[in-house]
């Protein structure tokens, strides 16, 4: 999809990891999986050109979009501005409150992520899991293989366990290199996270976190060795947990079994 007849031409910013999606298939085809609707509150990050932008508002939905380049941002003005479920905002969606947009529906996140911000920006937005009804992000396709895995793979680590604590991980579809100007060097992906209903609690999130950071701080060491400053051999063997097993062999509730350890320590 073309930008609009008053959009100049716009160079892609490698800093800013700009690969602009033109493909109509993939671009319908994304939008299908999201499927939009009349009064659902829409926040797009990153819309360059507005490839999605335009999908996204023929839906009747309502839409904040983010960017952070001010040479793209007139250029949206000026294509979607008239519209009044429009409305965007220029910065860096990392630095962003997005409980600053919820009014009174929950926010459904769209998003083709730069990769060298994708996973803080997942994890920021996950901050603001109750407030967010689901996410669609275009990724590289090793990361939503990491998002998705499950245990005894070598995509199974501390990105997918995390992710998985908050939300119920889908890869949906692959989107290949020349859907996009200028093509990147890698496959891409199309992944939905919906966060679970129920808020994780802080105190046990964190322990989760020292323990999967440091279960896989040595993917090649025993449990027995990677945890041994946070639980003892006989605490594992009484989780039913081998001490000998690697971080990888675990799965979510193993992990959180002995997060909940540590709470009784």
């Known amino acids: 999809?073309?930008?609009?007849?008053?959009?100049?031409?716009?160079?892609?910013?490698?800093?800013?990891?700009?690969?602009?999606?033109?493909?109509?298939?993939?671009?319908?085809?994304?939008?299908?999986?999201?499927?939009p609707a009349p009064g659902q509150h829409l926040v797009e990050i990153g819309p360059g050109q507005g490839a999605l932008t335009e999908g996204l508002l023929a839906s009747g939905a309502r839409l904040d979009v983010v960017e952070l380049d001010r040479d793209l941002v007139p250029q949206l003005q000026d294509r979607f501005g008239a519209n009044p479920l429009f409305r965007l905002y220029e910065g860096d969606a990392l630095k962003l409150d997005f409980s600053s947009l919820v009014d009174d529906s929950q926010l459904r996140v769209v998003g083709n992520l730069p990769y060298?911000?994708?996973?803080?920006?997942?994890?920021?937005?996950?901050?603001?899991?109750?407030?967010?009804?689901?996410?669609?992000?275009?990724?590289?396709?090793?990361?939503?293989?990491?998002?998705?895995?499950?245990?005894?793979?070598?995509?199974?680590?501390?990105?997918?366990?995390?992710?998985?604590?908050?939300?119920?991980?889908?890869?949906?579809?692959?989107?290949?290199?020349?859907?996009?100007?200028?093509?990147?060097?890698?496959?891409?992906?199309?992944?939905?996270?919906?966060?679970?209903?129920?808020?994780?609690?802080?105190?046990?999130?964190?322990?989760?976190?020292?323990?999967?950071?440091?279960?896989?701080?040595?993917?090649?060491?025993?449990?027995?060795?990677?945890?041994?400053?946070?639980?003892?051999?006989?605490?594992?063997?009484q989780l039913g947990i081998s001490p000998t097993a690697r971080a990888e062999t675990l799965t979510l509730e193993q992990f959180l079994a002995i997060a909940d350890t540590l709470a009784s320590q």
């Open 116 to 237: 060298n911000i994708s996973t803080p920006l997942i994890f920021h937005l996950l901050s603001f899991a109750g407030q967010i009804k689901d996410m669609h992000f275009m990724l590289q396709r090793e990361v939503v293989q990491r998002l998705a895995a499950e245990p005894g793979g070598k995509s199974w680590g501390k990105l997918g366990v995390m992710a998985q604590y908050h939300c119920r991980v889908d890869a949906l579809f692959d989107v290949p290199p020349g859907a996009f100007n200028p093509p990147p060097k890698v496959v891409s992906a199309i992944v939905r996270l919906q966060p679970r209903q129920q808020a994780p609690d802080p105190e046990r999130e964190k322990r989760l976190r020292q323990v999967v950071s440091a279960a896989f701080s040595q993917r090649r060491k025993t449990l027995r060795n990677t945890l041994r400053d946070l639980v003892d051999v006989q605490q594992l063997e």
């Open 1 to 35: 999809m073309s930008p609009g007849p008053t959009a100049k031409a716009h160079q892609p910013r490698k800093r800013f990891g700009q690969n602009f999606l033109h493909d109509p298939g993939v671009i319908d085809r994304i939008i299908g999986s999201i499927a």
